[in-house]
């Protein structure tokens, strides 16, 4: 199946009452002399130079969550298996209601299978509310022990794979305040009606102190999409590159490295692209995301682990120093404070023997 943007004046009202599609425009559905009247001359439209690649990528495997509705899905689904992770650092006050949603989508439907948080070193309740709502919770350091455990969400997403079973694995984040049960069924939609897609990221309009953001968080728009557009120009049509909403089936998850911290999610996208082309990725708006905001200097140590993921497949033979020096004002003087933002990457979990020998796949 394949599926391009509909132009908004034929698209049906889509979920939470926005989307990004429709002010995102590349080209494609909606560019003839009908689209041109549309628009507000000299403002819209594209105006520079997209990469054509880009631009007919973003045509085709753009959808938006209401194009999934839950009865097709089901029809479609047949005897796959769903595995939906959510990566947990002290986030008792949201995940108890993102585990209560994924068990009503899976009574009410059967779309998913299984519903498993990875606790990463919580100090708080996250592991207790999170079973109490429902949710397999394992920590981080119990699963594959021999092989001990690094820092950062990486960790847990690579360790993830090793205690779900399901053929098609959804990542979402556990800081949620918005999440609802069609961030789900979006992005299974492409996943189970098309069987060349492999990997689907979510994007979303993300709300920063009462200001829309139409593109992607801090991060992305100051140093990931710059970052991608000049060294990856083909890749400029992803809308959130670093969205920590994606999902992906599991012969592909368990074929590809994953980084130990905040690189996870763009070196997950460059592998999948270099291994099965541009067209394996499809992205879906979601509508909106909020969550909880991290401080500067936390979205630096953020955007120093993707710049070093991002650059070590640029020119994996250089050395590049794993350590990010900030600085901080303490009793009055200023003091460095150094960070490791660089860790060794975990290998694809099927080189793991410890994972080939684990139970098998969940059955449909």
Not at 9 to 19: D, F, K, M, T
Not at 195 to 202: N, P
């Amino acid at each position: 199946m394949r599926y391009a943007v509909v132009p908004a004046i034929l698209r049906p009202a889509p979920l939470a009452g926005r989307s990004g599609c429709e002010r995102i425009h590349f080209g494609g559905a909606g560019d003839g002399a009908a689209g041109r009247a549309r628009r507000p001359r000299g403002r819209g439209g594209y105006r520079g130079r997209v990469h054509p690649v880009a631009r007919e990528w973003f045509g085709r495997r753009t959808s938006v969550a209401a194009d999934w509705p839950e009865e097709v899905l089901v029809a479609r689904k047949g005897a796959t298996t769903v595995s939906v992770v959510l990566p947990a650092l002290d986030e008792e006050l949201t995940v108890g209601g993102i585990v209560a949603a994924l068990v009503d989508l899976r009574d009410r439907t059967g779309l998913v299978d299984e519903i498993v948080v990875i606790d990463s070193g919580s100090a708080d309740r996250t592991g207790e509310v999170a079973a109490g709502a429902g949710a397999e919770v394992y920590h981080r350091d119990e699963i594959l022990p021999a092989h001990g455990s690094r820092p950062g969400k990486g960790e847990v997403l690579w360790k993830s794979l090793a205690v779900t079973r399901g053929e098609v694995v959804v990542y979402v984040d556990a800081d949620l305040t918005s999440f609802d049960r069609h961030y789900v069924t979006g992005l299974l939609g492409p996943l189970l009606t098309d069987d060349s897609v492999a990997m689907v990221k979510a994007f979303y309009d993300r709300p920063l102190l009462d200001l829309a953001a139409a593109g992607g968080g801090r991060v992305t728009e100051l140093m990931a999409r710059p970052l991608l557009n000049a060294l990856y120009p083909t890749l400029a049509g992803v809308v959130q590159p670093l969205a920590g909403e994606y999902a992906a089936r599991r012969e592909l998850l368990e074929s590809l490295p994953f980084a130990a911290g905040y690189g996870v999610e763009p070196g997950l996208l460059l592998d999948t692209v270099a291994a099965r082309g541009l067209d394996a990725v499809a992205q879906v708006d979601l509508g909106h995301r909020t969550h909880g905001h991290q401080d500067t200097a936390a979205l630096g140590r953020m955007a120093a682990e993707i710049l070093h993921t991002v650059l070590a497949r640029v020119d994996p033979a250089r050395t590049r120093w794993a350590t990010l020096t900030q600085f901080h004002r303490d009793h009055g003087v200023i003091a460095p404070h150094d960070h490791t933002v660089a860790w060794p990457e975990r290998p694809p979990m099927s080189t793991i023997p410890d994972y080939a020998a684990r139970t098998p796949r969940l059955c449909g």
